[in-house]
T-cell receptor, first 114, second 113 residues
Framework: ELKVEQNPLFLSMQEGKNYTIYCNYSTTSDRLYWYRQDPGKSLESLFVLLSNGAVKQEGRLMASLDTKARLSTLHITAAVHDLSATYFCAVDIPSGGGADGLTFGKGTHLIIQP | NAGVTQTPKFQVLKTGQSMTLQCAQDMNHEYMSWYRQDPGMGLRLIHYSVGAGITDQGEVPNGYNVSRSTTEDFPLRLLSAAPSQTSVYFC????????????FGSGTRLTVV
């Protein structure tokens, strides 16, 4: 059974600081996804990581994937208040050439204070 | 291009009532899936479909039925609602290799009293 663990689950940080959210998963997979969710809203896709060593950056966010360690990181650089949200990582297991659904971490509730 | 459309957005049911949550996508995605989101639990997979006529169970399928008669639609049925099914439900779709990731609908907030 695939398990996905995120840490920390709650993070309060100041604007301008850097921090990293970690996502560990239990079963071999080279497909990992990061999503952002604002309160009362749906999930917004941030990054799709599909191979070992994949690194993607968008603005102040950078995500990476190490499939050997079964670890992905979401790094926040010089945080700003607008990045306050809940961040989820999710993994799926390829099956029959396709995808059968995502297993999510419990999410990291990020608050960025001025 | 509407993406993934879920209806209704809000619903209150009495225990024992039945209802269907609708999900439709216009992106010709083969894969569709339903999740429920509960506080502190993240999202959990209920059922998924790899194409028309093919469905399978996810992590928490009990109390829910699905069918997939067309590529576009993937309804979720609650046959006899229970308070434990109070949750926010999300539908998602993707291409077969999920290279672009999964697209989520806006969600249905369901309360069972």
């Amino acid at each position: 059974e695939l398990k996905v663990e995120q840490n920390p689950l709650f993070l309060s940080m100041q604007e301008g600081k850097n921090y990293t959210i970690y996502c560990n998963y239990s079963t071999t997979s080279d497909r990992l996804y990061w999503y952002r969710q604002d309160p009362g809203k749906s999930l917004e896709s941030l990054f799709v990581l599909l191979s070992n060593g994949a690194v993607k950056q968008e603005g102040r966010l950078m995500a990476s994937l190490d499939t050997k360690a079964r670890l992905s990181t979401l790094h926040i650089t010089a945080a700003v208040h607008d990045l306050s949200a809940t961040y989820f990582c999710a993994v799926d297991i390829p099956s029959g050439g396709g995808a059968d659904g995502l297993t999510f971490g419990k999410g990291t509730h990020l608050i960025i204070q001025p | 291009n509407a993406g993934v459309t879920q209806t209704p957005k809000f619903q209150v049911l009495k225990t024992g009532q039945s209802m269907t949550l609708q999900c439709a996508q216009d992106m010709n995605h083969e894969y569709m899936s339903w999740y429920r989101q509960d506080p502190g639990m993240g999202l959990r997979l209920i059922h998924y479909s790899v194409g028309a006529g093919i469905t399978d169970q996810g992590e928490v399928p009990n109390g829910y039925n699905v069918s997939r008669s067309t590529t576009e639609d993937f309804p979720l049925r609650l046959l006899s609602a229970a308070p434990s099914q109070t949750s926010v439900y999300f539908c998602a779709s993707s291409y077969s290799v999920a290279g672009d990731g999964y697209t989520f609908g806006s969600g249905t907030r369901l309360t069972v009293v």
